[in-house]
Each structure stands twice: as C-alpha cells, then as structure tokens.
C-alpha cells in the first residue's frame, strides 16, 4: 500500500520561501515518477513540476526559474523549493506517484497525498 505524506506548508509574505516535502512508502518495485501539484480555490488540480528516477525535471512555465524539485538517492523523499513566492502560488499542494513514464497531467496519477496548504499573501 503506497503512501505518500505531505508536509512543509504554511503562510508566508509575497518574495518569501518554504520548502515542501513528501515521504514516500509502500513501494514494491517498478519505475515511478513523483510530482508536485496544487489546487487553488475554484480552480482545477494542476501539475507543478516532476522529477523521474534518472532525475530529469520538468516545470511548469509560472514555476521555471523559482521552484526547484529534487528527490533523495533511495527515492523516498519528494521536496519542493519554493523561492520568490507569489499570491498566485496559494494552494493546496499535493504530491503524487506515477508508475512508469512521468507525466504532469492529473488524470493519470495513481497515488494523491492528502495535501499542505501554502498561503501567500
């Protein structure tokens, strides 16, 4: 049973950082890639950024140059480095695994965290 836990969250003044981070467990075997996303109010889930096992990484346009994905060497610790931190970026954050090829688009997940919230003001 694969289980993914977000954490890091919270509320910080526009030009501010936080660093989210998942804890990833349950896996038996297979390729996985591992994402962020987030939600905001009235809006739909949208991919934030990726990173596949060989470490290649892939940002969304309104993210590149401020966020920076990376994953621990055993692969089962997601974070995400959020710099310069805009009111836009408020949302409930998630991270999510995929087996096999990465992709960002939501529909094709297959396991969700519950979420942090990150509040930008």
């Known amino acids: 049973h694969v289980q993914l836990v977000e954490s890091g969250g919270g509320s910080v003044q526009a030009g501010g950082s936080l660093r989210l981070s998942c804890a990833a467990s349950g896996y038996t075997s297979g390729t996985r890639c591992l994402g962020w996303f987030r939600q905001a109010p009235g809006k739909v889930r949208e991919g934030v950024a990726s990173?596949?096992?060989?470490?290649?990484?892939y940002y969304t346009d309104s993210v590149k140059g401020r966020f920076t994905i990376s994953q621990d060497n055993s692969k089962t610790t997601l974070d995400l480095q959020m710099n310069n931190l805009k009111p836009e970026d408020t949302a409930m954050y998630y991270c999510?695994?995929?087996?096999?090829?990465?992709?960002?688009?939501?529909?094709?997940?297959?396991?969700w965290g519950q979420g942090t919230q990150v509040t930008v003001s």
């Open positions: 990173i596949s096992p060989g470490g290649y990484t």
């Open positions: 999510a695994a995929r087996l096999g090829y990465c992709s960002t688009a939501v529909n094709i997940q297959d396991y």
